[in-house]
């Protein structure tokens, strides 16, 4: 099977630019304060976020999240000449697409266009790049992302691209953070997975982009990859329009589908959003999955630490996943209150420790009960 | 790479086409401002398969041109007066679902009826991918203006998680426990072919046996100004030929879609110009049809435009342009209807300003194309909307080229 490299990789959170920023708050561990949303208009009773520092407000604020973090990403890569050999995707996952466009006072209300797609950030990083080929939008919500890199490794298996620039997006939304809270999904507090006191989660915006391309094609240009996407698996509960299947069958399927043969897993990035249900089922679900190993296989919470940044928040976790990946360690996570004992789960908060199998499984769920798991593993 | 896949189900909901019990074949009813009104009509007839029927003779019949007011279409509370929930889904459960949703799961019944139903394959086994442009604008619309004039807590919570659009795929695959995966599509204009083409490589690669591709859209007329609205839903089944044949499925034919990008700025040059002719050629040498038609949702715009050069330049032949709308739901139809009896191979072809475009083709299985009574055997007439410039392109496909939509009015087909 054609393997799928990652070559390069991107990220711009709350944290800051870049994935040097993110790896540097990773070490840090430091739980970042949500602020009030700067929206006279999002009358909302938690009106929090996490936002990206110094982005100007108007227009395209989603697409400039994006650009960026595929800037950085084929910089990584060492891909800043064009044109690129062979061919060349697109695969952007996105819960809200570019939703400011019509939203009501956050941006020029007509601009003499008849219509103005919302989901149009796959395009704009296409027409950015100037490349022609496969380009894609998902919006399979706050498991986006996660769906988006394992569609682009499928067109790379297909044999049907060489190089995919892939990940997710997400920026403030009025209607998203109003829907949210409106379920009563959102914390007041801050975002802590696995908390005996967790009430919720905190929204925020992010941008994770991978570099994937076909091992043939990365060592003709002699790139030096992160890791190999192993295996993905994808399901779907069929079950509630936001409640995750309480047996956690279908993501315990995905799961397996994802490792495959390839046996455990040296770290887990869970969904793990801070909502109560969700973040009991999936810690039922790996201890199914990993059985008496999982008090051993260490979690890393990347929601504590930049929010949960919809369907950025998988690609973000593939960006750690690459990072712990090559410095072979798995952060301390964020300091929480007290683990909830029925989150059953290894979750390391007082140092680091070494990932002891190079395989990091990336967990993504979603209303509508989308799930997709994949791993991230050592090349040979 | 999609593999050997087949289409054993074809479901319709668009205004004037849907019907919870009649066969079509009546004539279709647009209002005077070009809002669909009146009694659903026939999407599908009966037990052949749920082949749509096509007899107007227009391929995008149900799509409302010019410019239609929203209370001429819309029943009190922004539902579509064309659409009647009860009858199509029931009378309980689904009257408050958005709009875009019930299209979907009426459009799904009639495929996953017409294909015999999904019980062959396992429910880890069948998928879902659908696609989507502007399925929940008008809950958008309608939470933004709460939330600015009141409060998040005047919304209610039963809609509350509608501002995620996978969620309507979603109620699909609870619907008919489509648990193997749920994907959803937005590329502007393609996100319908995306679908069919995400879905049907999803098949080849394994991860189901069968799955539902749709497109659904729930547009108004202030959502894309001076275009079509575009309403409905259509639903395929698709599963690999083998697994059909052996279940003794009746094939309704083959279909493929690939969707690509050329960058606005570049469709023009030359690389441009050679990009879309190379995917053009090579849909329709997919197709392997000499007398397939090609068929054009074009938005005017440079990447449209370049597309349909390309097109010209295939040897098949071309019908003049329609004009699309805001969504993605009319080169679906299309698609869809290309498996009317009788009807010659179709190349669809679609593009937008943004840069996306698709092809896609859909082949009538030689046997259905035969076996259909000849009153459904007349070729579709001219495409409502349609732009032909003067002295515009012939059947032959010489000489044509893009017009923009005109602001009012419908035509008929």
């Known amino acids: 099977m054609t393997d799928v490299l990652v070559t390069g990789v991107g990220a711009v959170t709350c944290q800051g630019y870049g994935a040097a920023a993110l790896q540097q708050a990773m070490t840090g561990a430091v739980a970042p304060v949500p602020e009030r949303i700067p929206d006279p208009g999002a009358n909302l009773r938690h009106p929090l976020i996490l936002r990206v520092p110094g982005v100007a407000p108007g227009r395209g604020r989603a697409a400039r999240l994006v650009t960026t973090a595929v800037s950085e990403a084929l910089r990584d890569a060492g891909l800043e000449r064009r044109p690129w050999p062979g061919r060349v995707g697109v695969v952007i996952g996105s819960c809200m697409g570019e939703a400011m466009l019509h939203e009501s006072g956050r941006c020029a209300e007509d601009d003499g266009a008849g219509w103005r797609p919302t989901f149009r950030l796959a395009s704009a990083v296409g027409e950015w790049l100037g490349a022609f080929g496969v380009n894609t939008s998902i919006s399979n919500a706050c498991a986006a992302g996660g769906f988006a890199l394992c569609l682009a490794a499928d067109l790379i298996r297909s044999g049907e691209a060489d190089m995919v620039i892939s990940g997710g997006v997400d920026a403030y939304s009025r209607v998203g953070w109003a829907s949210f809270d409106r379920l009563g999904a959102i914390d007041p507090v801050r975002c802590r997975p696995f908390d005996r006191e967790r009430r919720g989660t905190i929204l925020a915006e992010g941008a994770g982009i991978l570099v994937l391309e076909s091992g043939e094609h990365a060592r003709e240009r002699g790139a030096i990859g992160y890791g190999r996407i192993a295996g993905a698996g994808w399901s779907c509960d069929a079950h509630h329009l936001t409640a995750p299947e309480p047996t956690g069958e279908q993501i315990v399927r995905a799961m397996r589908e994802a490792l495959g043969g390839s046996g455990e897993p040296g770290c887990v990035i869970p969904h793990g959003t801070g909502t109560r249900l969700n973040d009991l089922v999936e810690s039922r679900a790996l201890r199914q999955v990993l059985g008496a190993r999982t008090g051993e296989v260490p979690l890393y919470s990347a929601k504590a630490l930049v929010g949960h940044t919809g369907g950025a928040a998988a690609a973000l976790g593939a960006v750690a996943a690459a990072l712990i990946l090559r410095s072979g360690t798995v952060p301390q996570n964020v300091a929480i209150g007290e683990q909830d004992p029925e989150c059953e789960v290894y979750l390391p908060v007082s140092g680091p420790v070494r990932l002891r199998t190079p395989r990091v499984m990336v967990n993504a769920y979603a209303f509508g009960g989308n799930n997709a798991s994949f791993v991230l593993e050592q090349a040979a | ?413």
């Not at chain 2, 004037?16 to 209002?31: C, E, H, K, L, V």
């Not at chain 2, 009257?95 to 009426?106: C, D, F, G, H, T």
């Open chain 2, 1 to 413: 790479m999609t593999g050997d896949v087949v289409v054993t189900g074809v479901g319709i909901v668009a205004p004037g086409t849907a019907a919870p019990t009649g066969r079509s074949g009546g004539p279709r009813d647009i209002s005077s401002t070009g809002a669909p009104s009146g009694r659903s009509g026939g999407a599908l007839d009966g037990p052949s398969a749920g082949v749509p029927s096509g007899t107007s003779g227009c391929p995008l019949d149900g799509l409302s041109a010019g410019v239609p007011s929203r209370t001429s279409g819309s029943a009190p509370g922004g539902r579509e007066s064309w659409f009647d929930v009860a009858a199509e889904l029931g009378p309980r459960g689904y009257k408050y679902l958005p709009p875009a949703s019930q299209y979907l799961l009426a459009a799904a019944r009639r495929a996953v009826a017409a294909a015999g139903g999904l019980e062959h394959a396992a429910p880890h086994r069948r998928a879902a991918a659908v696609g989507t442009n502007g399925a929940l604008r008008a809950y958008f619309d309608d939470v933004d203006a709460k939330v600015t004039g009141g409060h998040s807590d005047d919304l209610s919570p039963a809609g509350a998680p509608y501002f995620a659009v996978n969620v309507l795929s979603g109620r699909l695959a609870s619907e008919h426990l489509l648990k193997a995966f749920s994907l959803t599509l937005t590329s502007p204009r393609v996100a319908g072919f995306e679908a069919v083409e995400t879905g049907a490589r999803a098949l080849a690669l394994g991860r189901a046996d069968v799955l539902v591709a749709a497109a659904m859209e729930h547009g108004l007329p202030h959502h894309a100004p001076g275009l079509p609205m575009e309403q409905g839903a259509v639903a395929i089944v698709l599963e690999p030929r083998a697994r059909a044949e052996e279940r003794g499925a009746v094939v309704l034919g083959t279909c493929f879609a690939r969707a690509g990008f050329a960058p606005p700025g570049l469709a023009a040059t030359s690389e441009g110009r050679r990009r879309l002719a190379e995917q053009v050629e090579r849909a329709a040498a997919e197709l392997g049809a000499a007398d397939a038609e090609v068929y054009q949702v074009l938005d005017g715009s440079p990447v449209s435009r370049a597309l349909e050069a390309a097109a010209g330049a295939v040897g098949l032949t071309v019908r003049p342009a329609v004009v699309a709308g805001g969504g993605c739901l009319a080169p679906s139809l299309l698609l869809a209807r290309s498996f009317v009896p009788a009807e010659r191979p179709r190349l669809v072809i679609t593009a937008t300003a943004e840069g996306n475009f698709a092809l896609a083709g859909a082949r009538p299985a030689p046997a259905h194309r035969e076996s259909r009574a000849p009153a459904h055997n007349e070729s579709p007439a001219p495409a409502h909307n349609e732009s032909r410039a003067p002295g515009g392109r012939s059947p032959s496909g010489a000489g044509s080229s893009y017009r923009p939509p005109q602001p009012t009015g419908s035509q008929p087909c």
